[in-house]
């Protein structure tokens, strides 16, 4: 094949297949939307993978594809804004540490095209049901597990940032478990508050007091 053709082929290849990764992204994000919704509206035990996959117009088979259980789908929307954050570290190299930081969660935490697709007809409703999901049983351990995955990631965003070894050094680590503690804390103050306190807010102070203790190295 002259070169030229190679050329383009490689180039249709790899557009063909960045669209079918997108495609894919955008699946397990509907398929973990419709999970969190369908379980703040219904209740974890009255939602079914069927329903789930019915709501995204797909088989339950591909439901299966991207999730093990109804547990993973419904967390997988906090594990994927976590992930943003150690992203967009990553991207906002120029920036010191902490503006970073706090630019990064912010940005994932505050509204997103998602919930701009799918508006709340009655915010304290959606908040009562949320803050029952969030105290399943059947979640905690994938809370967990989701937790050390995105903690892990901004760890090692950290130490790329600061020259740290995630082997030696204790800073990434420290950081990155503060802003999972930062998030989650400032989440939860979100649904036990009445009316319910921005969680930008929150987090703006969180990271705030917790930058005033943990200077840049």
């Known amino acids: 094949m002259p070169?030229?053709?190679?050329?383009?082929?490689?180039?249709?290849?790899?557009?063909l297949m960045g669209l079918r990764e997108r495609k894919k992204a955008e699946t397990r994000a509907a398929l973990s939307w419709a999970a969190v919704r369908l379980t703040v509206e219904r209740g974890l035990d009255n939602v079914k993978v069927e329903d789930i996959a019915d709501a995204v117009g797909v088989?339950?088979?591909?439901?299966?594809?991207y999730f093990?259980?109804?547990?993973?789908?419904?967390?997988?929307?906090?594990?994927?804004?976590?992930?943003?954050?150690?992203?967009?570290?990553?991207e906002r190299s120029?920036?010191?540490?902490?503006?970073a930081i706090t630019h990064a969660v912010l940005t994932r935490f505050g509204p997103d095209a998602q919930s701009a697709a799918h508006p709340v007809a009655d915010a304290a409703q959606w908040t009562a049901g949320v803050r029952v999901?969030?105290?399943?049983?059947?979640?905690?351990?994938?809370m967990l597990r989701a937790g050390a995955i995105a903690e892990a990631e901004i760890?090692?965003?950290?130490a790329e940032r600061t020259g740290g070894d995630l082997d030696h050094d204790l800073y990434p680590h420290l950081v990155a478990s503060a802003v999972m503690a930062a998030v989650n804390t400032a989440i939860a103050h979100h649904l036990r508050t009445d009316p319910p306190v921005p969680v930008d807010r929150l987090l703006t102070d969180a990271l705030a007091r917790i930058a005033a203790g943990l200077s840049t190295p």
Not at 94 to 99: I, N, Q, T, V, Y
């Open 3 to 15: 070169r030229i053709f190679a050329g383009h082929a490689t180039f249709a290849y790899a557009h």
């Open 59 to 65: 088989s339950p088979r591909t439901f299966n594809n």
């Open 68 to 90: 093990s259980s109804k547990a993973e789908a419904i967390v997988f929307r906090h594990l994927d804004r976590c992930l943003g954050v150690a992203e967009a570290l990553r």
């Open 94 to 99: 120029a920036e010191p540490l902490w503006d």
């Open 133 to 142: 999901m969030v105290a399943e049983p059947a979640l905690r351990g994938e």
């Open 155 to 158: 760890a090692a965003a950290v």
